[in-house]
């Protein structure tokens, strides 16, 4: 955000912050009321709260941080940022369903081979 | 010796100094909680089927608590916006306001903290398993400590519903974990486990205590930044106002940032 806001730029500032602060309400009301209904697919559930949360998450920062007008070097930040944090995400769903042996998720009952029957001649 | 670029923009990053300082360190903090987030969802993904925890926290509270830090979010920008306008009451009174808003967030942590610290899970030896409370709420009893109490048997207020029951949807979401039912006497011998909702309890309340507990401790830091700048620190507003309202704008920048995370949290913990 630039540093020479003029007393009515940033009196129009002012009012975006009360529109933002209305909509992070209902969207927190959105949120919660989404949990009361219900959906067959978990997937869905999490995907809807998901991004609710990240439309929230963009107006904190979009407005209240003034990321929708910012500087470019902070851009850049943001973006190696963002890159190792999708690498992150992305290493985690990889190994998702690769799960380390004899845990929880892995364990198998062995049925050992009946010994076989001694040789008689 | 003076600090350079205080207020003054650097050429080539075009910006102030503390304002580089500030989200080179916010970029860490994503990372740090991003990990914390993928450790949630792998221990969520590998729990066994079934056994993973629901409406053991009390949704209308971490509603509520969601409300007061998006309130504290608009106060700090508004105490901004107020310097930049060149108003020092204004700022004061919403610096006050967020002020409140942090106490008030931590207090009511405090509160569900406590509320986790005296609710037990009673695992029997013949398999059942009940939730609820001990009489006289104890805090922190686990299996050994029945043992070093000789005690001969617990009296425990089971809930209505366990979480390991089949979810009913918003049912749990008004108490947290419904009612309770009568009293009964627990012999000490019929207790294989006992645990209150404490990290050691499962991978669930490890996780939850992990990132409610750190990011508890990012809003307790940035309050005490701020409570500096409303206070002691204010005076600097007399001798150099442009610096000051930038020390602002940085404090500012890292209170929104853990009402960002909060709005992920709660969401993740409390809901899903």
């Not at chain 2, 207020?7 to 500030?22: F, H, S």
């Not at chain 2, 006289?136 to 048997?153: R, V, Y």
Request: charged fraction near 15%.
């Amino acid at each position: 955000m630039s540093d020479s806001h003029s007393h009515d730029h940033i009196a129009k500032h002012v009012r975006v912050y009360i529109t933002v602060f209305v909509a992070l309400l209902i969207g927190t009301l959105v949120t919660v009321g989404m949990y009361s209904v219900h959906f067959e697919s978990v997937a869905l559930t999490v995907a809807i709260a998901v991004i609710i949360a990240s439309v929230k998450a963009f107006l904190v920062a979009g407005f209240f941080m003034h990321l929708v007008s910012e500087k470019r070097s902070i851009y850049t930040v943001l973006a190696v940022t963002g890159f190792f944090f999708a690498g992150l995400m992305a290493l985690t769903i990889w190994a998702m369903h690769d799960f380390p042996d004899n845990t929880a998720n892995t364990q198998q009952t062995f049925h050992t081979a009946p010994a076989p029957a001694p040789h008689v001649p | 010796m003076d600090i350079p670029y205080t207020t003054q923009l650097r050429e080539d990053t075009n910006l102030y100094n503390a304002k580089v300082g500030i989200w080179l360190f916010l970029a860490s903090e994503v990372m740090l909680f991003g990990a914390l987030f993928s450790s949630y969802i792998l221990l969520r993904v590998g729990a066994p089927p079934g056994t993973w925890p629901h409406g053991l926290l009390n949704i209308p509270i971490g509603t509520f608590n969601t409300f007061v830090l998006i309130t504290s979010s608009i106060t700090v920008v508004m105490a901004w916006a107020s310097l930049k306008m060149g108003n020092f009451g204004k700022f004061k009174f919403f610096q006050a306001i967020t002020l409140l808003c942090a106490l008030g967030f931590l207090s009511i942590k405090t509160f569900e903290y406590r509320d986790k610290f005296i609710h037990y899970e009673v695992w029997k030896n013949d398999g059942t398993r009940m939730t609820g409370h001990i009489e006289g709420n104890p805090w922190f009893w686990n299996t050994q400590m029945l043992k070093d109490k000789k005690l001969a048997s617990i009296t425990f207020s089971a809930d209505a519903h366990h979480y390991a029951e089949p979810r009913k949807h918003g049912a749990e979401a008004r108490a947290g974990h419904g009612g309770h039912g009568e009293a009964v006497q627990i012999p000490a011998a019929d207790i294989k486990r006992l645990s209150a909702f404490v990290p050691a309890h499962s991978t669930y309340f490890g996780i939850y205590f992990t990132l409610t507990a750190l990011h508890a401790l990012h809003v307790f830091g940035g309050a005490l930044v701020i409570g500096y700048l409303w206070g002691p620190g204010a005076k600097m507003w007399k001798t150099d106002p442009e610096r000051f309202t930038n020390r602002i704008e940085v404090s500012g920048l890292f209170w929104h940032f853990v009402d960002l995370v909060w709005i992920f949290l709660f969401p993740v913990l409390y809901l899903l």
